[in-house]
C-alpha cells in the first residue's frame, strides 16, 4: 500500500512538471489555405492570431470567424494529442501496465 502511495505522490510531480513544460511549449495551426494562423501554449492560451491580406479584404465576417475558429480548435486539439502522448508516456513509466485508454484518456 506504501509503494502504491509513492507511485500516487510520484505521479502527482510528474504532472505538475508536465503542466509546467506544456505552459512552455507553442503549438501552431492553419485554416482557410494558410489564410489565418493560431499559436497558443501548452494551456490552450491563444497567443497570437495573424491573417493573410486577402482574408481581411474579403469582406465576409462570418467567414473569417469560422476560419479563426478552425484554426484555434486545430492548434488546441494539437495540445491534446501532446498532453495525451505525455500522459500516457508517464504512466507507462510509473505504473507499467496501466493503460489510461480504458479511462478514456
Do not use: C, R, W, Y
Request: without cysteine; aromatic residues 4%; glycine residues 8%.
Amino acid at each position: 500500500m506504501a509503494d502504491l502511495f509513492g507511485k500516487v505522490q510520484e505521479m502527482q510531480q510528474k504532472a505538475t512538471e508536465m503542466k509546467d513544460q506544456l505552459a512552455k511549449q507553442t503549438f501552431t495551426a492553419e485554416a482557410g489555405g494558410g489564410m489565418v494562423h493560431v499559436k497558443v501554449n501548452g494551456l490552450k492560451q491563444v497567443l497570437t492570431i495573424s491573417f493573410n491580406k486577402d482574408l481581411i479584404a474579403l469582406d465576409d465576417l462570418e467567414l473569417l470567424g469560422d476560419i479563426v475558429a478552425a484554426a484555434i480548435n486545430k492548434a488546441q486539439s494539437e495540445v491534446d494529442e501532446s498532453s495525451k502522448n505525455s500522459l500516457g508516456d508517464m504512466t507507462k513509466n510509473l505504473m507499467p501496465g496501466f493503460d489510461l485508454s480504458k479511462l478514456g484518456l
